[in-house]
């Protein structure tokens, strides 16, 4: 329903999160944890399955032992065809990092 609230979280560990939230979605924060000891950048994507050499919509770095947290505005930022993440090796383009994070989205439902 229009207006809602939508809350994600990764639960363990886990190197990606396609189709996290679904389409028509407006995304206020993302935050999380990379547990390792690698860099790594969390890619937000505006679909529900990207691939590889993708660009990302937003492309965030984070070091090993890290914290991170990520909010657009105070108006969010608007994911019409779904919002996905991975932890990407490049910031850039996706390239699969298989690094496992601990990841938390907050977003509210457009459609």
Partial sequence: MAGE???YSSGA???SGTGAIGAGCVLY???GFNPTATGIFVQLHNTLAPGVGRVPEVSIKVDG???FSWAPSNVG???TA???WIAS???DVLALSG???WLQLEARVIQ
């Fill in 82 to 84: 779904g919002c996905s």
């Fill in 77 to 79: 930022r608007r994911f």
């Fill in 65 to 67: 032992g890290q914290s």
């Fill in 99 to 101: 690094i496992g994070i």
């Fill in 13 to 15: 560990y886990a190197s």
């Fill in 5 to 7: 609230p939508i809350y």
């Fill in 89 to 91: 090796a490049t910031g």
């Fill in 29 to 31: 924060w993302c935050y």
